[in-house]
T-cell receptor, first 112, second 114 residues
Framework: KQEVTQIPAALSVPEGENLVLNCSFT??????LQWFRQDPGKGLTSLLL?????REQTSGRLNASLDKSSGRSTLYIAASQPGDSATYLC???????????FGQGTELSVKP | DVKVTQSSRYLVKRTGEKVFLECVQD?????MFWYRQDPGLGLRLIYF???????EKGDIPEGYSVSREKKERFSLILESASTNQTSMYLC?????????????FGSGTRLTVV
């Protein structure tokens, strides 16, 4: 059974710090991996999508990497801001039309 | 701006009522999905559809049904609402092969059954 794990479950950092969120998965035969952001009581906003043939994707202060051999993905946030406070979810699919399998999320709090 | 629209942000319904949650996407996506999200349980897939009039059960379909009469609209139906169906419901859509563009989610419907 494919599983996705995110550690830590919660993280609190001071403003300006660079940080890394971790996502691990049990099956290296993934198709793609997507990082989402969720604000309290809201839906999911897509941040980055990494296809299985890629190693990383970047958008602004965000960088996501994918290492299939180790079963890990990381989301790097540079120069964190209070507005980055949210829950971050990673999710993967195992085939072209596949369903998303979600991790439990990391709740990030960036303190001013 | 492409998007997935869920018709209600908040709903309060009584036990035993028939409840319809509506989702519309404007991206000409083939695939549509319904998830529920609960604290400690994460997101769980209820139903999904790969095409008009097609539906597939997800991980927790009991107590739910769906309808997809048009490509852009996917409805989740609670035949007889119960308190354990109080949850956040999220709709998503994707191209038939979502490898390039991934999934797009709506803003969610918070359903409370009293």
């Amino acid at each position: 059974k494919q599983e996705v794990t995110q550690i830590p479950a919660a993280l609190s950092v001071p403003e300006g710090e660079n940080l890394v969120l971790n996502c691990s998965f049990t099956d290296s035969a993934i198709y793609n991996l997507q990082w989402f952001r969720q604000d309290p009581g809201k839906g999911l906003t897509s941040l980055l999508l990494i296809q299985s043939s890629q190693r990383e994707q970047t958008s602004g202060r965000l960088n996501a990497s994918l290492d299939k051999s180790s079963g890990r993905s990381t989301l790097y946030i540079a120069a964190s801001q209070p507005g980055d406070s949210a829950t971050y979810l990673c999710a993967e699919t195992y085939n072209q039309g596949g369903k998303l399998i979600f991790g439990q999320g990391t709740e990030l709090s960036v303190k001013p | 701006d492409v998007k997935v629209t869920q018709s209600s942000r908040y709903l309060v319904k009584r036990t035993g009522e028939k409840v319809f949650l509506e989702c519309v996407q404007d991206m000409d996506h083939e695939n549509m999905f319904w998830y529920r999200q609960d604290p400690g349980l994460g997101l769980r897939l209820i139903y999904f559809s790969y095409d008009v009039k097609m539906k597939e059960k997800g991980d927790i379909p009991e107590g739910y049904s769906v309808s997809r009469e048009k490509k852009e609209r996917f409805s989740l139906i609670l035949e007889s609402a119960s308190t354990n169906q109080t949850s956040m419901y999220l709709c998503a859509s994707s191209k038939r092969h979502p490898g390039l563009y991934g999934y797009t989610f709506g803003s969610g419907t918070r359903l409370t059954v009293v």
